[in-house]
């Protein structure tokens, strides 16, 4: 089945402390996506990636950091630097042909105390 | 700036007829997106208008007018199963989506 999986589903950390969240798919998309959401908000879009071995920020990357190493990979890395991490994560991936649909993962959700 | 407008809650009967709404203003238009998020859920895609007019798929429908940056998700024939939130997204340049805060849709028996 292809489809696309985020781990861990929840996810607790302590303030200060770096943590990384998995994303891969086996869609052999080209493109991949990290959103943030907070309750009873849209979706923003952290970082974004369109070929391997290249990534842009999106509108609130600042705090983030991420990888793209393989076409089937795009870690998240949530930093110390970022003032409010605790959201519900979720990573995204596309073609480049219409209708440009996002497949969408199941979602981490960070608690950071 | 850009900014999508859509209602924050929608509440309709089974059975019926509804409309949401989305206006945006955007630097940069290919496409209005629609995607549907059921409470602690991923997104699922809905549909996609790069041209004015209709798309129509199965009970939804999903409309464009780029003249007047406006959208419209028309979902017919309401079941319970349909409460969710409802996201237009603007489809810009290198393929990225800007979403509007989302609509929740309560459909009461």
């Known amino acids: 089945d292809g489809g696309i999986t985020q781990s861990p589903k929840y996810l607790f950390r302590k303030e200060g402390q770096n943590v990384t969240l998995s994303c891969e798919q086996n869609l052999n998309h080209d493109a991949m996506y990290w959103y943030r959401q907070d309750p009873g908000q849209g979706l923003r879009l952290i970082y974004y990636s369109q070929i391997v071995n290249d990534f842009q920020k999106g509108d609130i990357a600042e705090g983030y950091s991420v990888s793209r190493e393989k076409k089937e990979s795009f870690p998240l890395t949530v930093t110390s630097a970022q003032k409010n991490p605790t959201a519900f994560y979720l990573c995204?991936?596309?073609?480049?042909?219409?209708?440009?649909?996002?497949?969408f993962g199941p979602g981490t959700r960070l608690t950071v105390t | 700036g850009q900014s999508l407008e859509q209602p924050s809650e929608v509440t309709a009967v089974e059975g019926a007829i509804v409309q949401i709404n989305c206006t945006y203003q955007t630097s940069g238009f290919y496409g209005l997106s629609w995607y549907q998020q059921h409470d602690g859920g991923a997104p699922t895609f809905l549909s996609y208008?790069?041209?004015?007019g209709l798309e129509e798929t199965g009970r939804f429908s999903s409309f464009l007018s780029r003249s007047d940056s406006y959208g419209y998700l028309l979902l017919q024939e309401l079941q319970m199963k349909d409460s969710a939130s409802y996201f237009c997204?603007?489809?810009?340049?290198?393929?990225?989506?800007?979403f509007g805060q989302g609509t929740e849709l309560s459909v009461k028996p």
């Open positions: 995204a991936s596309s073609t480049d042909r219409g209708p440009y649909e996002q497949y």
């Open positions: 208008n790069a041209l004015d």
């Open positions: 997204a603007v489809r810009n340049q290198g393929g990225k989506l800007i």
